[in-house]
């Protein structure tokens, strides 16, 4: 199971796509978010990215702990193809965004 609401994780979808990837507000964003949501937010982009299958979820997220070196957002911010490496790992989990996204977009 994922430590994040899928609403913040179409939120960086949102924010990646909306202002770039290397955005303050993503950054911002990411940073404020406590450390079990950004491990498993690194976990669910390793899943997008094919990194680990969806069914190694609880190993990515051992993983991301275990390799945390460097603060999150920094890790993520500038990755071109995060909001799709999420995207891509939600669909690998079964994680219907499409009500979320639809909610983030009508605000």
Known sequence: MLDISTG???RIIFLAREYGPESTHLHDYISGLNEDEQI???ALMWIGRESFDASELEEAKETARIERTAPTEDYLSGMPE??????????????D???AEDHLRDH
Request: proline content about 4%; overall charge negative.
């Open 97 to 99: 965004v499409t009500d």
């Open 82 to 95: 995060l909001p799709n490496y999420l995207e891509d790992g939600m669909e690998a989990l079964g994680i």
């Open 8 to 10: 913040k994780i179409v």
């Open 40 to 42: 498993g937010l690194v």
